[in-house]
């Protein structure tokens, strides 16, 4: 059932082209398993893209031809445009907004498909209706979800969870909306504007279930969105007999599952929880913490202390979070760890899979500064090594170093694999506040008797550590 | 379920496989390159983009195919550039241009 009838008959060629996309991406995917050979990996699998397209050009009339050039040039532009223009920063925005684009465009290519098949006069088969409906249902989930995850990364909207009462009735009942109107189309009854009901029902399904969902939990909204984008390609090729759309659609659809379970495990937390949780909507009152590690009296350390303290030290392990993302101070840190490998200490980063805002933040964060890779270590690798380090320096990181998760059964966080940065001979935290992290939970590492805080902005703190070590 | 769906189903599954074994070996340091680059690949949907519209009929209307194409062709060309960008990024040790980059 080829819902395109070939105007060249070369189609054979065409579908082998489509093959050799295929191979190209999948290719392109294997060369990702290591930095040095990720960028010709990604070469390949543009190479692929193109393949595909001039392969797709030979199925079209040139007289239809205008129109789309208009569109591919525009998007073309825009995207390039964007692309080089983003701050490393804002680089999961960029990736929410870029998937929302390709969940949108599969569902409207399914909507087009639905619509050409006329079925207010035809009777569509339960292969076409099915495959249809649910490539419609979820590109526009992704589409909308993306939108609203934009918009709480670009802090366009409160990056805190939104939530009112019976929210998850609510979202129930759209659920189930969206059910009846997809088996109305299925079973061919009224199918036009069941279809638009369930395209619609998707759509604002799509805003709803990403609101309650908080800024430090984008990683896994991210990958679950970006999963969905996959599948809803996945199944556009279903609808249109396009090998190449399936196999490219179960990779992306396979790769956000996987980065999706990663996440949540990393926060030891089942992604029901994480979606429905409303996770860092509640505060807990900030005397708990205290009171559970007996004293609530914190060490302000001076940038003079906290420059003897790492200029003198042997090793330093360097803890990121989002806070360094939003203070922009990835080059400081690096000027930092540069001055203090010239005076002789080691500097290691130590990077919790869900630091910042989605998988991987933090390493292109540094990446961006020049950091080598190999000075970043995962969770498993760098927490033997912490007993071992002078100084942990953690830097607008919060949730992932708190001990409370190791120790404290109450805590809502307990559980969730952290950083072992109180194992460190000494601690320094730098912080903006003693205001509790996302999770709005106290953190017992700031009582603890070897740590030190130092207030103030990541940057200009970082900075100004780096001077006094000069002057050391 | 057609003998047709079924093929296509395979193709699914398997690439599906494929897809687990080949992303499983992605280290946690390209995560961010990784989704960028199956977002870029996502934007294979431009190939369907490029087809439906052009038989589009003329109750989707000239401007929606437009708007389906521009949409898609964004996801493809910003991905791979912003991609290609990140992972110019990441360097080995003794970095070009790294002022104090002693080795340990």
Known sequence: MSAVQPIVPNALAIDVAYLVTGVCFIL????????????AGNLISMVGMAIALIATAFELDFAQWLPLVFGLGAGAIVGIYSARAVKMTAMPQMVALFNGAGGGAAALVSTAEFLKLDPSTSILTPDQTVTIVLSSIIGAISFCGSIIAFLKLQELMTGRPITYAGQQIVNGLVALAIVV?????????????????????????????????????????????NSFTGLAAALTGFVLGNNVLIIAGALVGASGTLLTLLMSKAMNRSITNVLFGAFGAVKTSAGDAAAATGSGVIREATVDDVATMVGYAKEVIIVPGYGMAVAQAQHSVRELADQLEKKGVEVKYAIHPVAGR??????????EANVPYTALYDMDDINPEFPRADVA???????????????????????????????????????????????????????????????????????????????? | MSAHLL??????????????EVISKVPTTLHTPLMSATNAIHGIVLVGALLVAVVAEPKLGAVLSVVVVFLASLNVFGGYVVTQRMLA???PRAAPGASGGVKK
Request: glycine share 8%; with cysteine.
């Open chain 2, 7 to 20: 093929n296509e189903l395979t193709v699914f599954v398997l690439a599906v496989f494929v897809g687990f």
């Open chain 1, 181 to 225: 109107s997809a088996g109305c189309v299925i079973a061919n009854a009224d199918s036009v504007p069941a279809y638009f009901i369930a395209l619609g029902g998707a759509a604002l399904l799509g805003f709803l279930f990403v609101l309650p969902i908080g800024g430090a939990d984008m990683p896994v909204v991210i990958s679950l969105l």
């Open chain 1, 358 to 367: 989605m998988p991987g933040h933090m390493n292109v964060l540094l990446a």
């Open chain 1, 28 to 39: 392109g995917l294997r060369y990702l398993s290591s930095p040095k050979t990720a960028r």
């Open chain 2, 89 to 91: 990024m990441f360097k």
């Open chain 1, 393 to 472: 320096l953690v830097i607008g990181a919060n949730d992932v170093t708190n001990p409370a998760a190791r120790n404290v059964p109450s805590s809502p966080i307990y559980g969730m694999p952290i950083l072992d940065v109180d194992k460190a001979h000494n601690v320094v935290v730098l912080k903006r506040s003693m205001k509790p992290g996302f999770a709005g939970i106290d953190n017992p590492l700031f009582y603890d008797p070897k740590t030190s805080l130092l207030f103030g902005d990541a940057k200009a703190s970082v900075s100004q550590i780096t001077t006094e070590i000069q002057a050391l």
